[in-house]
């Protein structure tokens, strides 16, 4: 369930995945696909830089070739910068997992 911020914050939007995968639109053509039990948060600053946290759990990310945007991917100790590509990060007990399906990371 998509879930935007109270009026007085930033503009942050959380997808949270219960018990089946939930998938979102993000800024600017990019998408994600959240497993169950997974959460997701992103927001954007100015008309630029897109800012996306994966708090729990595992997604998928399709984050479109854009180079007038600036994606950031934070999860756990980890900050991506990502642009076209194809993805997946999961949070573990461990640290990070991430897999490139396409472009880079």
């Not at 914050?9 to 219960?18: D, G, H, I, M, R």
């Not at 600017?28 to 946290?53: K, L, N, Q």
């Not at 980890?78 to 472009?103: P, S």
């Amino acid at each position: 369930v998509a879930r935007p911020a109270p009026p007085d914050e930033p503009s942050p939007t959380e997808l949270v995945a219960t018990s089946t995968p939930t998938a979102a639109a993000l800024p600017a053509g990019a998408r994600a696909e959240v497993a169950p039990h997974g959460r997701v948060r992103w927001s954007t600053t100015g008309t630029r830089d897109v800012r996306i946290e994966l708090l729990a759990g595992n997604a998928d990310f399709q984050i479109p070739a854009s180079p007038e945007r600036s994606f950031m991917v934070d999860a756990g100790i980890g900050r991506f910068r990502v642009n076209g590509t194809r993805f997946t990060l999961g949070l573990t007990n461990e640290g990070v997992e991430l897999a490139v399906a396409e472009g880079q990371v």
